[in-house]
């Protein structure tokens, strides 16, 4: 004879086991379901110049980054370039950007704050109590963007 008590037991345990199969299968699914991938970044973005006239652009190519630092000169609105430099990179956990050198040394994170089909927001520490934030376009062709913008 099987008691009344013992079967409701059992049902609960198994409600408890199913609600925190749920719950785990839920968090699992909305963790990875925001998570960037390379794919994401592909293209070639242009920063929106700092004050400094710094409007660097970079092209994501495969697992590839192409850094090509730019230098604004707001009033001719002439640009320079210097040394383009190539990293490997991945995108971790915490949708980083992790900036690798051709021996595979880490180089530099960058945190992806938002990324559209044509606007990219990263942030950088520049220390521990200084953030800073890089606003990208996405763009056809290698054209820095010189033009100042007005806060």
């Known amino acids: 004879m099987i008691k009344l008590g013992h079967i409701n037991m059992k ?5 408890k086991s199913l ?18 991938t390379p794919k994401d970044l592909q293209g070639i973005w242009a920063m929106h110049p700092l004050n400094n006239g710094i409007a660097n652009l970079v092209e994501f190519s495969g697992n590839t980054a192409t850094l090509h630092p730019v230098q604004c000169d707001f009033e001719t609105g002439l640009y320079t370039v210097d040394s383009i430099e190539k990293s490997n990179f991945k995108i971790n956990k915490q949708n980083q950007i992790e900036l690798y050198n051709e021996q595979g040394e880490f180089e530099q994170a960058l945190r992806i704050i ?18 800073l934030k890089f606003h990208y376009n996405k763009i056809n062709k290698l054209n820095p963007n010189c033009i100042k913008y007005k806060k």
């Not at 049902?11 to 409600?15: E, F, Q």
């Not at 925190?20 to 998570?35: E, R, T, V």
């Not at 942030?123 to 953030?131: G, K, L, P, Q």
Request: no cysteine.
């Open 11 to 15: 049902l609960t345990l198994l409600k």
């Open 19 to 36: 609600t925190s199969f749920l719950l785990i299968s839920m968090s699992m699914f909305s963790a990875n379901s925001f998570g960037y």
């Open 114 to 131: 938002s990324i559209t089909d044509n606007q990219l927001v990263l942030e950088e520490a520049a220390s521990d109590t200084i953030m």
